[in-house]
């Protein structure tokens, strides 16, 4: 190859290689937005703190309280009982956010939740 056709192959190549880069750039940030909407949103404590709750203990659970439906409007319990059955909540896979106080779950219709322990 002549010096004239090797300076436009090195020309094509670094148009190409800043493409490349502009296309990676564009990509990450896609990649950035989609895990932004995958995270999701957040459910406040506030939702199962408007329920009336039991104080109850137990032998192996210690402290715990419970909510019953019988006790609580029939509505609010009902939120509470859809948030946790969509996050698969039971006594060995409990469900809170990081900031609760309590944790979460459910069992034969009635919703327990029991003190976090405090995270060093």
């Not at 419970?66 to 029939?74: C, E, F, I, L, M």
């Not at 029991?114 to 060093?120: I, L, M």
Request: hydrophobic share 35%; charged share 25%.
């Amino acid at each position: 190859m002549t010096n004239n056709a090797t300076d436009r192959m090195e020309q094509a190549l670094d148009i190409l290689v800043e493409c490349a880069n502009g296309l990676e750039a564009v990509a990450l940030g896609v990649k950035q937005r989609v895990a932004e909407l995958k995270q999701p949103a957040t459910i406040g404590e506030t939702a199962f703190d408007t329920l009336t709750w039991q104080q109850k203990k137990g032998a192996k659970l210690n402290e715990f309280e419970v909510a019953t439906k019988d006790t609580n409007a029939s509505e609010k319990f009902q939120h509470t009982v859809d948030i946790l059955k969509a996050n698969n909540a039971s006594i060995n896979d409990r469900f809170y956010e990081p900031e609760y106080l309590h944790s979460y779950w459910i069992y034969q219709d009635t919703i327990y939740r029991q003190k976090r322990k405090a995270t060093p």
